[in-house]
């Protein structure tokens, strides 16, 4: 399995960007994939995921209304749009994958991650 992010940058503060995690080698029918987000000096922290059986998503509260989780099942591509940007959201952009999983934002439910990609927003 393998997980490849792309689309970070630097962006000013209100702008946008679009996350695309590439997703190869899956052999399992059902499978969340998940974006977290990991600041210099704080802990992990889980953003959105999204489930490949019915398309459920979730968010945390720190995101929502401002991130927006999508699939393209024929591309096994999952992107992260995220608008409004503000400087808090500074971070390396991780996904990761979850088979069988429900949704979870606990990082230490997920058995695949990608390396990485770094957002940074400016004031």
């Known amino acids: 399995v393998q997980l490849v992010e792309s689309g970070g940058g630097l962006v000013q503060v209100g702008g946008s960007l679009r996350l695309s995690c590439a997703a190869s080698?899956?052999?399992?029918?059902?499978?969340?994939i998940g974006w977290f987000r990991q600041a210099p000096g704080k802990e992990r922290e889980g953003v959105s995921s999204i489930s490949s059986s019915d398309g459920s998503t979730y968010y945390a509260d720190s995101v929502e209304g401002r991130f927006t989780i999508s699939s393209d099942n024929a591309k096994n591509t999952t992107y992260l749009q995220m608008n409004s940007l503000n400087p808090e959201d500074t971070a390396v952009y991780y996904c990761?994958?979850?088979?069988w999983g429900w949704g979870s934002l606990n990082g230490r439910e997920y058995d695949y991650w990608g390396q990485g990609t770094q957002v940074t927003v400016s004031s």
């Open positions: 990761a994958a979850d088979p």
């Open positions: 080698g899956f052999t399992f029918d059902d499978y969340v």
